[in-house]
């Protein structure tokens, strides 16, 4: 079956723009986590959906940050007024059920270059 | 806090030779520990992951790492490497207390196989 998917897989922001991320879960996926990828690093959190409801945006570096899921199923990363440093690659993931025990199979990611 | 070191950069390895990829935790429950591989310009893959049971975990491609509690390692070996194994990879543990699903990431070891 089809994996998860986002878009757009590159973009480009002039700093201070506002950018919105999708992501496409594999269908059926309770679970929704966007990462944040930074150059040379591994992933790093930033929040977490359980259907529509968001359950941890501990991970969330700034109220720039925000997400959504409103539905359950597709999700939205929205990052206001762009800096420098959030040039990153955004990763998407999704596991089938809440819980820890269950993998996450992740999207090919949103590369975002703020200049 | 959880944690997850990779202590190598690189590792560079003959074809046919085996190999491993080091990786140790710090987590303050049992350990849910999992390995992803990363492809130029592509999302993470799973590969294996180690819930509770057998100390040998054998995954995708021909992939097995070995749970050893008493040096909190989870490394990541195979028999005989292929070029196409080329890659970056990444240890991750998973939250342990409360309801926390997020996955904790080292910062990656890339894998060089020559011929």
């Known amino acids: 079956g089809a994996g998860v998917s986002q878009s757009p897989r590159y973009k480009v922001a002039k700093r201070g723009q506002d950018v919105a991320l999708r992501c496409d879960p594999i269908?059926?996926?309770?679970?929704l986590f966007w990462y944040q990828q930074a150059l040379g690093q591994g992933p790093e959190f930033l929040t977490y959906?359980?259907?529509?409801?968001?359950?941890?945006k501990s991970g969330l570096p700034s109220d720039r940050f925000f997400a959504e899921r409103p539905e359950g199923s597709v999700s939205t990363l929205k990052i206001q007024r762009t800096q420098q440093e959030d040039s990153a690659v955004y990763l998407c993931?999704?596991?089938?059920?809440?819980?820890?025990?269950?993998?996450?199979?992740f999207g090919p990611g949103t590369r975002l270059t703020v200049t | 806090a959880q944690s997850v070191a990779q202590p190598e950069d690189q590792v560079n390895v003959a074809e046919g030779n085996p190999l491993t990829v080091k990786c140790t935790y710090s987590?303050?429950?049992?350990?849910?520990l999992f390995w992803y591989v990363q492809y130029p310009n592509r999302g993470l893959q799973f590969l294996l992951k180690?819930?509770?049971?057998?100390?040998l975990v054998k995954g995708s491609y021909g992939f097995e790492a070995e749970f050893n509690k008493s040096q909190t390692s989870f490394h990541l070996k195979k028999p005989s490497a292929l070029v196409s194994d080329s890659a970056l990879y990444f240890c991750?543990?998973?939250?342990?207390?409360?309801?926390?699903?997020?996955?904790?990431f080292g910062t990656g070891t890339r894998l060089q196989v020559t011929l």
């Open positions: 993931a999704s596991s089938l059920v809440q819980g820890r025990l269950y993998e996450q199979y």
């Open positions: 987590v303050s429950g049992n350990p849910y």
């Open positions: 269908s059926g996926h309770v679970s």
């Open positions: 959906f359980q259907n529509e409801a968001q359950l941890d």
């Open positions: 991750a543990v998973r939250d342990t207390t409360g309801t926390a699903s997020k996955l904790t």
């Open positions: 180690y819930i509770t049971g057998d100390n």
